[in-house]
């Protein structure tokens, strides 16, 4: 057997059986700590959906700025439409609503209490 080859092998087997190790540490932790976990309303259970919705919809925000600084794959940039990103910025938009909803946040509330502390901040260090 060639020496590149084993020594490809020799890692392939060193990592693998590292990561299967590592699963079962995690196995047994993820066992310890379910019961934490544990959601126990529909209200926790939307607010959790809509969590992890808005995280997926940033994530195609940041995917459709990574395309317009083009920081992307050649396949990706090739399939890329710049007017798509006006509908990420609208899905985060919306989601975010979606999501203080379920939360029961006064949107209005919310942003306006944190422009004014951001305003007074401004000014506060402009003096
Ligand atoms: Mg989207």
Do not use: H
């Not at 092998?9 to 544990?38: A, F, G």
């Not at 959790?48 to 808005?54: E, G, P, S, Y």
């Not at 609503?97 to 007074?120: F, P, T, W």
């Amino acid at each position: 057997m060639p020496r590149k080859l084993l020594i490809c092998l020799t890692l392939w087997y060193n990592i693998n059986m590292n990561l299967k190790s590592l699963q079962e540490k995690i196995k047994i932790l993820n066992e310890k700590t379910r019961p934490q976990y544990r959601l126990y309303s529909p209200k926790e259970k939307e607010i959790l959906t809509k969590t992890v919705k808005l995280n997926e919809e940033v994530g195609e925000l940041c995917n459709d700025i990574l395309s317009i600084l083009k920081l992307q794959r050649r396949a990706k940039l090739d399939k890329f439409d710049r007017r798509n990103i006006y509908q990420e910025f609208a899905d985060v938009i919306i989601t975010v609503m979606q999501l203080a909803v379920a939360a029961g946040v006064d949107v209005e509330r919310a942003v306006g209490d944190k422009l004014k502390k951001i305003e007074e901040r401004y000014l506060k260090d402009r003096r």
